[in-house]
């Protein structure tokens, strides 16, 4: 007879995740701003001869630091999901060049019947913290962590469409992050979505480019995002961003049939 023995949760707390050097160029930082949404007329985003590079590119260069956690089988890769991610810019990223890398997990919380890991990855670039939402692997006896954030009160100063498109997740996968329910409807199906769901983070990249052209500051100049992916995105969405103050400090949410799918957001442009 043999015995299986599954590590809990919570023994995942303070894993050491290793370290990467990762490579990119011009051309990686402008297919991800176009995946993004950036436009044509974004000259800065979109052309090598001045281009400034979006920082929530690191967040594709570090995106194997969650992938690491889940191969070495801290829970279900094909049902978790993206839960909210953070974002602090330590300098900006260059256009081109290797940047070195380093993860660990964070805390892990425990819902009950889904357990929340958070990884963090640090260089001389960037602090950043994903939170991935593990279905079934909650119950451990662990601490709740942090509840669902409040939605913000008052009429926002910003009010604007955020439309994605229709071959936008396929699009952005391209610039790293190739999980199958962002493109094959047996494996959206899956995880009970009626068709492949976008990527939080090009959703999350997509309103805080949005969030800079309405506050007209320059999308780079971005030195801080966090927000909680509360209800997915389908491509074709055209969700409508709601920001309350301003550049060096806005609170956002990113709202579709009157219910926030980006919840508890905050930017502040440098
Ligand atoms: C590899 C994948 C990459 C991706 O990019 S996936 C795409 C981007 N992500 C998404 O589209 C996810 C969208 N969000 C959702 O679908 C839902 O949202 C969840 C399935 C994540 C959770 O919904 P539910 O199962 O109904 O949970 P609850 O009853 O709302 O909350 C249970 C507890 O879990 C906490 N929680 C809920 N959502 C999140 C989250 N997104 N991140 C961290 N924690 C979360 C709550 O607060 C609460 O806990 P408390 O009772 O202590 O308050």
């Known amino acids: 007879m043999t015995s299986t023995h599954k590590r809990s949760a919570a023994a995942w707390r303070g894993e050491d995740l290793g370290t990467r050097t990762v490579a990119y160029d011009e051309r990686d930082a402008i297919l991800y701003a176009l995946a993004v ?13 001045r281009l400034r590079v979006l920082p929530t590119f690191a967040l594709t260069l570090a995106q194997w630091a969650p992938d690491e956690l889940g191969s070495r089988g801290a829970f279900d890769t094909k049902t978790a999901l993206h839960g909210s991610q953070n974002l602090t ?12 890398l380093s993860a660990s997990v964070g805390e892990v919380w425990d819902k009950g019947s889904a357990a929340v890991f958070e990884v963090r990855v640090e260089s001389d670039f960037f602090v950043a913290t994903w939170s991935l ?5 909650g119950g451990f006896g662990g601490e709740r962590g942090p509840s669902k954030p409040a939605r913000p009160e008052g009429e926002p100063t910003v009010e604007a469409v955020v439309n994605t498109a229709d071959n936008q997740a396929a699009l952005y996968r391209l610039t790293g ?10 494996a959206a199906a899956r995880i009970g ?3 492949p769901i976008m990527h939080g983070l ?3 990249a997509a309103s805080t480019l949005e969030l800079a052209r309405q506050l007209g500051v320059h999308p780079a100049d971005l030195v801080e995002v966090e927000g909680r992916f509360a209800a997915p995105v389908f491509p074709g969405d055209s969700p409508v961003l709601r920001a309350w103050g301003d550049a060096a400090a806005a609170s956002f949410e990113l709202v579709h049939g009157g219910h926030p799918v980006i919840a508890g957001a905050r930017a502040a442009f440098g």
């Open 177 to 186: 992050d190739r999980h199958h329910i962002h493109l094959d409807p047996a």
């Open 37 to 49: 949404g950036a436009r044509a007329t974004e000259l800065d985003l979109v052309f090598e001869d």
């Open 133 to 137: 939402f593990a279905p079934g692997a």
């Open 202 to 204: 090009c959703t999350l």
């Open 193 to 195: 979505q009626p068709r």
């Open 89 to 100: 810019v330590r300098a900006p990223l260059p256009r081109r060049g290797e940047i070195a």
